[in-house]
Nanobody
Framework: QVQLVESGGGLVQPGGSLRLSCVVS????????MGWYRQGPGKQRELVAR??????SRYVDSKGRFTISRDNAKMTVYLQMNSLKPTDTAVYSC??????????????WGQGTQVTVSS
């Protein structure tokens, strides 16, 4: 059983910062790409950023405000979000491609953490 648990969401004023964390646990052989997605009110889920095991990252439309990082030893991925805008309000979900003891890479999702940007 593999679990992804996010933390760090909350209410922040425009221009503020938050740091999201996602810890992977369970019977794990390796973790490949990890990423953060978000789904705003009335919108489809979209990719925010992802990072490979070797640390190669890709961002979608954050314009330098977000930074994704990971700690492979801790099986954790982070998303540092700065200069937050009301349009960043969404449920942020962690995603990871995990190879368990069965040897088959599988896509897993966390339950999501709410980020609300409002004055």
């Amino acid at each position: 059983q593999v679990q992804l648990v996010e933390s760090g969401g909350g209410l922040v004023q425009p221009g503020g910062s938050l740091r999201l964390s996602c810890v992977v646990s369970g019977s794990i052989s390796s973790i490949d790409t990890m990423g953060w997605y978000r789904q705003g009110p009335g919108k489809q889920r979209e990719l925010v950023a992802r990072i490979t095991r070797d640390g190669i990252s890709r961002y979608v439309d954050s314009k330098g405000r977000f930074t994704i990082s990971r700690d492979n030893a801790k099986m954790t991925v982070y998303l540092q979000m700065n200069s937050l805008k009301p349009t960043d309000t969404a449920v942020y979900s962690c995603n990871a491609v995990v190879t368990g003891t069965g040897g088959i890479p599988t896509n897993y999702w966390g339950q999501g953490t709410q980020v609300t940007v409002s004055s």
